[in-house]
C-alpha cells in the first residue's frame, strides 16, 4: 500500500486547508474501506502526534483533544481517499502532516503511531501569524 499526502500550504492563523491522502495498492481498485487511516503531525524538535483517525469498515472518528471541533476526518472510499479538513488554524499547528493506514489495528492503539504499517511522504502546512 502507498499513501500519497497532499493539500499542505501557508495560511494564515484562523485559516483552513484540507489535507488528502489517496492510497493506492498492488492490485488496484477500492480497497481503503479495510483500512484505518490517520493523521499524525511532527513540528520542528517535537515528536509526531496523533492527529485523527477514521477507522475501517467506517466504524468511528477519532481525534486528539487538541483539535476536536475544529478538524474533520472524513473518507471516500470511491477515491481510495482519506481528508483532514482543518478550520481555525493556529501557529502552533505548524508542522508537517503525515497519514497513515493499517489494516488489522485494535481500537486502543488508534492513536499510537507505532502500530501503522503505512505511511505516507507527508505534507508541510505552515500557519502564519
Known amino acids: 500500500v502507498q499513501l500519497q499526502a497532499s493539500g499542505g500550504g501557508l495560511v494564515q492563523a484562523g485559516g483552513s486547508l484540507r489535507l488528502s491522502c489517496v492510497a493506492s495498492?498492488?492490485?488496484?481498485?477500492?480497497?481503503?474501506?479495510?483500512?484505518?487511516v490517520a493523521w499524525f503531525r511532527q513540528a520542528p524538535g517535537k515528536e509526531r502526534e496523533f492527529v485523527s483517525a477514521?477507522?475501517?469498515?467506517?466504524?468511528?472518528?477519532y481525534y486528539a483533544d487538541s483539535v476536536k471541533g475544529r478538524f474533520t476526518i472524513s473518507r471516500d472510499n470511491s477515491k481510495n481517499t482519506v481528508y483532514l479538513q482543518m478550520n481555525s488554524l493556529g501557529p502552533e499547528e505548524t508542522a508537517v502532516y503525515y497519514c497513515?493506514?493499517?489494516?488489522?489495528?485494535?481500537?486502543?492503539?488508534?492513536?499510537?503511531?507505532?502500530?501503522?504499517?503505512?505511511w505516507g511522504q507527508g505534507t508541510q502546512v505552515t500557519v502564519s501569524s
Open positions: 497513515a493506514a493499517d489494516q488489522y489495528l485494535i481500537l486502543s492503539s488508534i492513536r499510537t503511531r507505532d502500530q501503522y504499517d503505512y
Open positions: 495498492g498492488p492490485s488496484g481498485g477500492t480497497f481503503i474501506s479495510r483500512y484505518t
Open positions: 477514521s477507522r475501517r469498515g467506517g466504524t468511528g472518528t
